[in-house]
């Protein structure tokens, strides 16, 4: 019995080997952060090695990932960081939303939720484990993007709108 059971697993193992994700593999930067916000290249850099694989339409993909049923879970890792955060695809929601994914960047960096310790774990990624003055470095600049939208729109327009929560009238 348990020898079937082993080679039953070891069959089902083997099929779904050919059952892959989409790659995230997109390099269309028509919205991307760089088009409309100044990344200097030392932050563009970090942003690579540390953000870019889980919140950008570019993954750069290690080998486990081509490995059942490692992929699936790496896709949807991507897919939910892409969710939350994605630098592809920044400048196509509004004004209020890129404000606030920058207050969210300044947050997670410095607080040392991002990157996720998943991440680097057992020293996976270990290029995209951020110094003090690294984080620094990538708050200091989200705060400047901060600045330069506070000046340029009206301060009601940084703000995600109010809803109404009138009852409906008849």
Not at 24 to 31: A, G, K, Q, R, V
Not at 75 to 92: A, I, Q
Not at 140 to 168: C, N
Request: aromatic fraction near 10%.
């Amino acid at each position: 019995m348990l020898k079937k059971s082993v080679i039953g697993l070891g069959i089902v193992l083997i099929i779904i080997q050919f059952i892959r994700p989409e790659k995230n593999e997109s390099n269309d930067l028509t919205y991307d952060i760089s088009t409309k916000y100044q990344v200097p290249s030392d932050v563009g850099n970090l942003m690579q090695v540390s953000c870019n694989d889980c919140h950008s339409n570019k993954t750069e993909y290690p080998w486990y990932s081509n490995v059942q049923p490692v992929a699936w879970w790496l896709d949807h890792h991507v897919d939910d960081g892409k969710k939350h955060l994605n630098f592809s695809e920044f400048t196509k929601k509004p004004i209020f939303v890129q404000n606030h994914k920058f207050e969210e960047i300044i947050e997670m960096v410095a607080e040392k939720e991002m990157p996720l310790p998943a991440y680097t774990y057992l020293g996976l990624h270990a290029e995209a484990n951020l110094s003090d003055q690294q984080r620094e470095m990538i708050t200091d600049w989200a705060k400047v993007q901060m600045h330069y939208l506070k000046e340029t729109y009206p301060a009601d327009s940084l703000k995600f709108p109010k809803r109404d929560t009138s009852p409906p009238s008849n």
